[in-house]
């Protein structure tokens, strides 16, 4: 009975994340309400509350799930054992942009970080989540390019500090401008020639103090 009772709390908590992908794709992260994805979960807001505490706590849970995939490029990349590194980082910002692209979710959160400032309760606190995450995944691009040093990819006075800056505000600027352009660029056919692009910078030494 117990076992029983952790599976079915189990299947309510995933059941709330599933229907709150479906509401946020359908009117969006800020126009979501905790009845909205309660209702679509076929549970009470009590039941809701049981799981999360409010609507930060689930969205944090929800990216937990949606990012698994550039994690795992991620995780390699920054490993000292990976035999190729920079490969491993040159997939994750395909990845990363083809994703964007595709995913209106992962597109609203993009807007709500850049859009930080103007965000108020439960999403504030989703802000200043996604910009600590946001930094935390510049100094993991730290660790991935030190790694393509050390294996030989990069040059070796290569400034990983800078080169990880450059990269995440060229991804930063390569993902809004594509939102703001009407979507002109089929990102998702074009992203390994951008990126490629990009790391050649790197590769051939264009980027030093």
């Not at 999403?123 to 991935?144: A, T, Y």
């Not at 400034?159 to 939102?179: K, R």
Request: net charge negative; glycine share 4%.
């Amino acid at each position: 009975m117990v076992r029983r009772t952790k599976e079915e709390a189990l299947e309510t908590r995933n059941s709330l994340i599933t229907a709150a992908l479906e509401q946020f794709c359908e009117k969006g992260i800020a126009r979501t309400t905790l009845s909205d994805i309660a209702a679509a979960a076929g549970v009470t807001r009590g039941a809701f509350y049981w799981h999360f505490k409010n609507k930060a706590e689930l969205f944090e849970a929800l990216w937990a799930q949606l990012r698994n995939p550039l994690e795992e490029l991620a995780d390699s990349s920054e490993n000292p054992e990976e035999q190729e590194p920079v490969e491993k980082l040159r997939d994750l910002l395909v990845l990363l942009l083809q994703t964007v692209v595709s995913n209106s979710v992962h597109r609203q959160i993009f807007r709500l970080m850049i859009n930080r400032n103007e965000l108020e309760g439960d999403l504030r606190e989703i802000g200043e989540h996604m910009q600590l995450m946001h930094g935390q995944f510049r100094s993991r691009m730290e660790r991935m390019l030190a790694n393509g040093v050390s294996r030989g990819q990069l040059p070796a006075d290569l400034p990983v500090d800078l080169a990880a800056f450059m990269l995440q505000s060229m991804m930063d600027g390569l993902i809004a401008n594509w939102m703001d352009s009407e979507k002109k660029v089929d990102m998702q056919a074009d992203a390994p020639v951008i990126v490629d692009a990009v790391l050649v910078m790197l590769r051939c030494g264009l980027v030093s103090r």
